[in-house]
């Protein structure tokens, strides 16, 4: 977070907390609300500006954040490296055996995908909730069938590692895709 | 590890993909997953594990997961004696089994507060509760089928995009995968579960217990001068410890939720005097008056507002359900095609509102008008509710069922004029419904962390998911009538107390007499939708389900967070996935196993059987 981020987070916090402050307090005897209304009013009054104020800044920062992201917090830059190490995988699969598909997997788990989810965030602030969710969703599916390749080479099952390795790079492959297209249009 | 049962060689084409020549031509038997060898043991297990936890509920207040115990059963029948089971199999033993057992803790956390009330006050002189059992059958049923297919169009929301941790769901992950990721997983997996069971047996045997410093697992850590309106005590479940250690950085906010309600408001009421003074232990007053009233408002309005927040996704998602079928016909995009048919979600929905409609029709003293809104809002509140226990879970492994009970029964009793039985039927319905969409997610998390396709373990489930609710009823209502003159089988006084249907029934008796916590519960939506608002994923329910805990399990679980983050910081990320997670999920197991271990061996002592 940057200092202004913080100073706007602890606004929004310190609104909050004065409103649940108020809004704690009993009412008396026979009343329906109780007289600490008013510092719940307030409370959530600074909240919501401090609320504000925080994800404006989120804002201005997301829109500056691919000039100054490090290649291993870019998510892009994270995908860019996954598919030509998830192709090279899938394409000498048919040769490798149980074992190696395993260590081959987690390799791309490890190294690209793990690490994407980590920062998946900034795709959202990137590219918006609905482009962002198309190709959050689409990764997750060949995260998914790279699972299914390590389940199945662990129960010694290699035709369905051999047959599902492709259709995770199809998957991230179309993410990728995406993503650049969405990177285009802005 | 290669199963030498399995045909594991097959020719292969260029770049791994095998031609349809090839598919044809080859002798290699399909990848199990959604078979009748599954399918038949996790009913079998499911049925077995939901009476005997209808039982430890009646008895002990509590209910346990069968997710970790059917997924272990799972993998030594499946594998050790058939020779031929696969992980994904397992996962679908393991989700009809958690499925069937899931229901009836929504049964008996509600029901038996009926049968309760209407002995209570018949005793009183009154002319005592008059209701029908079928009703409440056709609303558990309805009420189970509702979760399901209510869930399922946010899986992509809370697995795919938020990746919520469901720390159950990855521990019983770690249990299936546990032969194959060689010996040293097993091994930190063996040490987590002993470690664990160990300690279990210990608190459960009450051997370390010293009046006024170690009681019912809880340590008081006052240390003799930290007032008690800061809640000094701490919570030893070693379960609930590893639960924070899975939920590393995200678990965060809970925690900071439990501090700002427990170390800034409780000693803020303090001193403005907003507590009565002639109390000998404030902290009860604070709990059960302000904080856990106020924080079941918080979790309702941070769940809508996060809703509103992922609006875009949701809908996306739903969309999705919509084109898939097109599109993997098209031999497009198969993203999608692994989700159960929109159609079938809609028709799901459509017969068990009618179901729902139903059962309000058939309890006396329900008018058509009043059925028709109990079911129309019922279902509407259902699907709010399983999105807050589901987002809860998810975040924390914690479920506020209890909470989502409380607040269906009020509602339900507003609306349908102060009728209890009618207000039950909706109770029954949406705490199995809650219960079967957090078990859903939980097990679709599972499936996701190793490869399961949805839509094999959401048919698995939709099947079977009934079966839960009618066993629960039937087991409670046979329970019931084993008492003397045929009643009073469970209840204050009997061997089966049945603690948390005795809070329902104080509920329902506040209800009747006014005593409605109302400026809680708005003031409160009205918190949590700020907090849902704000740019940390989930904090109006994290903060929410905070406040409407103990601070003794938020201490614990608070205090896995930080030795996660700490761990992470010193080690790296993938010690912590490799090393720290199957630690983790051996302790979460070993307290599961022991848990229910002595909950049988309570059960047999309190019939003299040992």
Redesign the interface.
Same mark, same amino acid.
């Given at each position: 977070m940057t200092s202004a981020e913080k100073r706007a987070a602890f606004l929004y916090a310190l609104g909050v907390t004065v409103a649940i402050c108020g809004a704690a307090k009993m009412p008396a005897e026979g009343a329906e609300w109780s007289d600490a209304l008013p510092i719940f009013v307030a409370g959530a009054v600074v909240g919501v500006v401090g609320l504000v104020w925080w994800r404006r800044l989120r804002s201005q920062i997301a829109a500056a954040m691919p000039a100054q992201s490090a290649p291993d917090q870019d998510p892009f830059a994270l995908l860019a490296g996954l598919i030509p190490d998830a192709k090279s995988l899938a394409a000498e699969v048919g040769t490798l055996q149980a074992p190696e598909i395993q260590v081959g997997v987690d390799r791309l788990l490890d190294t690209w995908v793990l690490p994407f989810a980590e920062v998946r965030q900034s795709v959202i602030d990137r590219l918006g909730m609905q482009k962002g969710a198309e190709i959050l969703v689409t990764i997750a599916y060949g995260e998914r069938m790279l699972n299914r390749v390590w389940s199945a080479a662990a129960d010694g099952h290699l035709p369905e590692a051999r047959a599902c390795l492709p259709e995770a790079v199809d998957a991230l492959q179309e993410a990728a895709q995406i993503a650049a297209k969405a990177r285009e249009t802005g | 590890?290669?199963?030498?049962s399995?045909p594991?060689?097959?020719p292969?084409?260029?770049?791994?993909?095998?031609s349809p020549s090839e598919i044809a031509g080859?002798a290699?038997a399909?990848?199990r997953e959604l078979t009748p060898a599954a399918f038949i043991l996790g009913v079998i297990q499911g049925m077995i594990l939901n009476l005997a936890f209808v039982y430890a509920a009646l008895k002990l207040g509590f209910s346990i997961g069968g997710s970790t115990v059917a997924a272990i059963t799972g993998y030594a029948l499946l594998r050790g004696v058939m020779r031929k089971g696969?992980?994904?199999e397992n996962n679908i033993n393991q989700t009809i089994a958690s499925g069937i057992n899931t229901a009836g803790t929504g049964v008996v956390f509600t029901v038996p507060a009926l049968f309760m009330l209407d002995a209570k006050w018949r005793a009183e002189g009154g002319p005592g509760l008059d209701f029908q059992l079928l009703p409440l059958v056709i609303g558990g049923m309805a009420g189970a089928i509702l979760g399901v297919v209510l869930i399922i169009p946010l899986r992509?929301q809370m697995?795919? =995009?938020d990746?919520l941790r469901f720390p159950t769901g990855v521990a019983v992950a770690t249990i299936i995968?546990s032969g +194959?990721?060689g010996m040293e997983k097993a091994r930190l997996l063996g040490y987590g579960f002993a470690l664990s069971a160990l300690w279990k047996l210990v608190m459960a045997a009450g051997w370390l217990d010293f009046p006024g410093l170690f009681e019912h697992e809880e340590l008081n850590i006052s240390l003799g001068f930290i007032p008690d309106y800061l809640s000094p005590v701490l919570y030893l479940s070693l379960m609930n410890f590893a639960a924070g250690l899975i939920a590393g950085r995200g678990g965060i906010p809970y925690f900071a939720g439990g501090i700002?309600?427990w170390w800034?408001?409780s000693p803020?009421?303090v001193a403005?005097d907003?507590v009565p003074t002639d109390l000998e232990a404030p902290s009860g007053y604070i709990y059960s008056?302000? =904080?856990r009233p106020?924080g079941i408002g918080v979790l309702i309005g941070g769940a809508l507002m996060g809703v509103v927040v +992922?609006f875009?996704?949701i809908k996306?998602?739903i969309q999705?359900l919509a084109t898939a079928a097109e599109t993997a016909k098209s031999g497009g995009?198969?993203?999608g095609s692994?989700e159960m048919p929109l159609w079938v979600l809609i028709a799901g929905t459509i017969a068990a509102v009618v179901l729902f409609f139903i059962a309000a029709m058939l309890t006396d003293g329900v008018s058509l008008t009043q059925a028709l809104l109990s079911s129309v809002v019922g279902t509407i509140w259902l699907g709010v509710a399983g999105l807050i226990v589901a987002q809860a879970c998810g975040m924390t492994d914690i479920s506020p069922m209890s909470g989502m009970a409380l607040i269906s029964v009020t509602l339900m009793m507003f609306l349908l004029g102060g009728n209890v039985p009618a207000a039950m039927v909706v109770g029954v319905a949406v705490c199995v419904a809650i219960g079967q969409g957090a078990d859903m997610m939980q097990d679709l998390k599972t499936g996701?962390?190793?490869?399961?396709r949805p839509v094999k373990q959401q048919i698995a489930q939709f099947f079977v998911t009934w079966i839960g609710a009618a066993l629960a009823l039937g087991a409670i209502y046979v329970l019931w009538t084993s008492g003397p003159n045929g009643q009073g089988g469970f209840g204050e006084g009997s061997a089966l107390p049945a603690p948390q249907a005795g809070a329902l029934m104080g509920i329902i008796d506040a209800v009747k007499s006014g005593n409605v916590p109302?400026?809680?519960y708005t003031?409160?939506i009205?918190?949590g939708g700020?907090?849902g608002?704000?740019?940390v994923a989930g904090l109006g329910v994290l903060v929410g389900l905070a406040m409407y805990l103990p601070f003794s399990i938020t201490l614990g679980y608070g205090l896995g967070n930080l030795t996660a983050m700490w761990l992470q910081h010193r080690n790296g990320?993938?010690w912590i996935?490799h090393k720290m997670i199957p630690v983790a999920a051996g302790l979460i197991v070993g307290e599961a196993i022991t848990g229910i271990g002595h909950a049988g061996y309570s059960i047999l002592k309190t019939q003299g059987i040992l």
């Amino acid at each position: 977070m940057t200092s202004a981020e913080k100073r706007a987070a602890f606004l929004y916090a310190l609104g909050v907390t004065v409103a649940i402050c108020g809004a704690a307090k009993m009412p008396a005897e026979g009343a329906e609300w109780s007289d600490a209304l008013p510092i719940f009013v307030a409370g959530a009054v600074v909240g919501v500006v401090g609320l504000v104020w925080w994800r404006r800044l989120r804002s201005q920062i997301a829109a500056a954040m691919p000039a100054q992201s490090a290649p291993d917090q870019d998510p892009f830059a994270l995908l860019a490296g996954l598919i030509p190490d998830a192709k090279s995988l899938a394409a000498e699969v048919g040769t490798l055996q149980a074992p190696e598909i395993q260590v081959g997997v987690d390799r791309l788990l490890d190294t690209w995908v793990l690490p994407f989810a980590e920062v998946r965030q900034s795709v959202i602030d990137r590219l918006g909730m609905q482009k962002g969710a198309e190709i959050l969703v689409t990764i997750a599916y060949g995260e998914r069938m790279l699972n299914r390749v390590w389940s199945a080479a662990a129960d010694g099952h290699l035709p369905e590692a051999r047959a599902c390795l492709p259709e995770a790079v199809d998957a991230l492959q179309e993410a990728a895709q995406i993503a650049a297209k969405a990177r285009e249009t802005g | 590890m290669s199963d030498s049962s399995t045909p594991n060689s097959a020719p292969s084409g260029s770049g791994g993909k095998l031609s349809p020549s090839e598919i044809a031509g080859s002798a290699v038997a399909p990848y199990r997953e959604l078979t009748p060898a599954a399918f038949i043991l996790g009913v079998i297990q499911g049925m077995i594990l939901n009476l005997a936890f209808v039982y430890a509920a009646l008895k002990l207040g509590f209910s346990i997961g069968g997710s970790t115990v059917a997924a272990i059963t799972g993998y030594a029948l499946l594998r050790g004696v058939m020779r031929k089971g696969t992980m994904i199999e397992n996962n679908i033993n393991q989700t009809i089994a958690s499925g069937i057992n899931t229901a009836g803790t929504g049964v008996v956390f509600t029901v038996p507060a009926l049968f309760m009330l209407d002995a209570k006050w018949r005793a009183e002189g009154g002319p005592g509760l008059d209701f029908q059992l079928l009703p409440l059958v056709i609303g558990g049923m309805a009420g189970a089928i509702l979760g399901v297919v209510l869930i399922i169009p946010l899986r992509k929301q809370m697995i795919d =995009l938020d990746r919520l941790r469901f720390p159950t769901g990855v521990a019983v992950a770690t249990i299936i995968r546990s032969g +194959s990721t060689g010996m040293e997983k097993a091994r930190l997996l063996g040490y987590g579960f002993a470690l664990s069971a160990l300690w279990k047996l210990v608190m459960a045997a009450g051997w370390l217990d010293f009046p006024g410093l170690f009681e019912h697992e809880e340590l008081n850590i006052s240390l003799g001068f930290i007032p008690d309106y800061l809640s000094p005590v701490l919570y030893l479940s070693l379960m609930n410890f590893a639960a924070g250690l899975i939920a590393g950085r995200g678990g965060i906010p809970y925690f900071a939720g439990g501090i700002l309600a427990w170390w800034i408001i409780s000693p803020a009421s303090v001193a403005l005097d907003w507590v009565p003074t002639d109390l000998e232990a404030p902290s009860g007053y604070i709990y059960s008056q302000m =904080l856990r009233p106020l924080g079941i408002g918080v979790l309702i309005g941070g769940a809508l507002m996060g809703v509103v927040v +992922s609006f875009p996704a949701i809908k996306s998602a739903i969309q999705s359900l919509a084109t898939a079928a097109e599109t993997a016909k098209s031999g497009g995009s198969k993203v999608g095609s692994d989700e159960m048919p929109l159609w079938v979600l809609i028709a799901g929905t459509i017969a068990a509102v009618v179901l729902f409609f139903i059962a309000a029709m058939l309890t006396d003293g329900v008018s058509l008008t009043q059925a028709l809104l109990s079911s129309v809002v019922g279902t509407i509140w259902l699907g709010v509710a399983g999105l807050i226990v589901a987002q809860a879970c998810g975040m924390t492994d914690i479920s506020p069922m209890s909470g989502m009970a409380l607040i269906s029964v009020t509602l339900m009793m507003f609306l349908l004029g102060g009728n209890v039985p009618a207000a039950m039927v909706v109770g029954v319905a949406v705490c199995v419904a809650i219960g079967q969409g957090a078990d859903m997610m939980q097990d679709l998390k599972t499936g996701f962390m190793i490869g399961g396709r949805p839509v094999k373990q959401q048919i698995a489930q939709f099947f079977v998911t009934w079966i839960g609710a009618a066993l629960a009823l039937g087991a409670i209502y046979v329970l019931w009538t084993s008492g003397p003159n045929g009643q009073g089988g469970f209840g204050e006084g009997s061997a089966l107390p049945a603690p948390q249907a005795g809070a329902l029934m104080g509920i329902i008796d506040a209800v009747k007499s006014g005593n409605v916590p109302v400026d809680k519960y708005t003031l409160g939506i009205a918190i949590g939708g700020l907090l849902g608002a704000a740019p940390v994923a989930g904090l109006g329910v994290l903060v929410g389900l905070a406040m409407y805990l103990p601070f003794s399990i938020t201490l614990g679980y608070g205090l896995g967070n930080l030795t996660a983050m700490w761990l992470q910081h010193r080690n790296g990320t993938a010690w912590i996935q490799h090393k720290m997670i199957p630690v983790a999920a051996g302790l979460i197991v070993g307290e599961a196993i022991t848990g229910i271990g002595h909950a049988g061996y309570s059960i047999l002592k309190t019939q003299g059987i040992l």
